[in-house]
T-cell receptor
């Protein structure tokens, strides 16, 4: 079975500062990992995914995440926050082939001017 | 390209009334389909998923039901709504050859 924890239900950063959203997972099989973003009153949008291969994955809107097996982590980063990055971010894990897809509780990102 | 549609976008229903939310997918065949609920200020709760026509798995027992009458159509229903059914309902699909899920725009349901 898979599970996901996201440290910090709410993170605030200043515009232009580094964004770091934490995600740790638990999986009994090699995990597939995902980050989604949700703007108010909208559906979730896939930011990036890790399945196999390169452990540093780049996504849309300048975000990237690194899969660290030894730390069971998949933290999301962006070098410079923009006001438009303010949203809810969800980390998710699944087994190979997408089974047992599990979402984390989410982290709300606020960007301060 | 693959797209997903949900309607209605918003819905206000009285307690005890029926519910029908519809989701359709275009541009892919034999997708896995999902219904999630998101209560205010909370995360995603998986309600139902389907791997094929007529195949529905329920994750949480409640007064909701789901059906998949066609390959790319997924319907969420209730015979009698409760106040606790209020929330943001999201439909998602996973294409046959991919593992990630893609979400529709959601339906905001308010039960009064």
């Amino acid at each position: 079975a898979q599970s996901v924890t996201q440290l910090g239900s709410h993170v605030s950063v200043s515009e232009g500062a580094l964004v770091l959203l934490r995600c740790n997972y638990s999986s009994s099989v090699p995990p597939y990992l995902f980050w989604y973003v949700q703007y108010p009153n909208q559906g979730l949008q896939l930011l990036l995914k890790y399945t196999t291969g390169a452990t540093l994955v780049k996504g849309i809107n300048g975000f990237e995440a690194e899969f660290k097996k030894s730390e069971t982590s998949f933290h999301l980063t962006k070098p410079s926050a923009h006001m438009s990055d303010a949203a809810e971010y969800f980390c998710a894990v699944s087994g190979p082939y997408g089974q047992n897809f599990v979402f984390g509780p989410g982290t709300r990102l606020s960007v301060l001017p | 390209s693959q797209t997903i549609h949900q309607w209605p976008a918003t819905l206000v229903q009285p307690v005890g009334s029926p519910l029908s939310l519809e989701c359709t997918v275009e541009g892919t065949s034999n997708p896995n389909l999902y219904w999630y609920r998101q209560a205010a200020g909370r995360g995603l709760q998986l309600l139902f998923y389907s791997v094929g026509i007529g195949q529905i798995s329920s994750e949480v027992p409640q007064n909701l039901s789901a059906s998949r009458p066609q390959d790319r159509q997924f319907i969420l229903s209730s015979k009698k709504l409760l106040l606790s059914d209020s929330g943001f309902y999201l439909c998602a699909f996973a294409p046959d050859n991919l593992y990630e899920q893609y979400f529709g725009p959601g339906t905001r349901l308010t039960v009064t």
